[in-house]
């Protein structure tokens, strides 16, 4: 489950960068008349796609830690294909749906169990 989540995360990155260098050639092929805020964009997308990379090399050493931002990307993913999906764009249902598989399989007891180096809470022991 672990390796599934991580190479969905790792496509997501990916598919980020692609976008980002395909903006980066529109943007120097026909400019911008806010080239700041251009430029800002593509920064920040870089950064979230070296935070999912990093974050899944933490997953793969057992990190916990690692799960916020990589969740948190997916919350954001859902809720951006959400939007997208109230404008009338049907390409935001394969954004929704992987922000949910990913979430669901960092969720599960064999992720959680290795990021939490084995230590998982019985749930009938309370």
């Known amino acids: 489950m672990l390796r599934v989540a991580l190479v969905l995360v790792l496509l997501e990155a990916a598919v980020l960068i692609a976008v980002l260098l395909w903006w980066l050639v529109v943007l120097l ?3 911008s008349q806010t080239l700041a805020v251009a430029l800002f964009l593509l920064v ?3 950064g ?3 935070v999912l990379v ?3 090399r ?3 050493r057992g990190s916990s830690r690692a799960r916020g931002p990589v ?3 997916q919350l954001l993913q859902g809720a951006t294909a959400v939007t997208l999906l109230q404008g009338g764009i049907v390409w935001g249902w394969p954004l929704l749906v992987l922000a949910a598989t990913v979430m669901v399989l960092l969720m599960t007891r064999p992720v959680v169990a290795h ?3 084995g ?3 019985d749930p009938g022991g309370v």
Do not use: K, N, Q
Request: aromatic fraction near 8%; avoid cysteine; charged fraction near 5%.
């Open 54 to 56: 990093a974050g899944v």
């Open 29 to 31: 092929a026909e400019g």
């Open 71 to 73: 969740i948190t990307w």
């Open 115 to 117: 990021t939490t180096h």
């Open 48 to 50: 979230v796609a070296a």
């Open 119 to 121: 230590v998982v809470a």
């Open 44 to 46: 920040f997308g870089l």
């Open 58 to 60: 933490a997953l793969l």
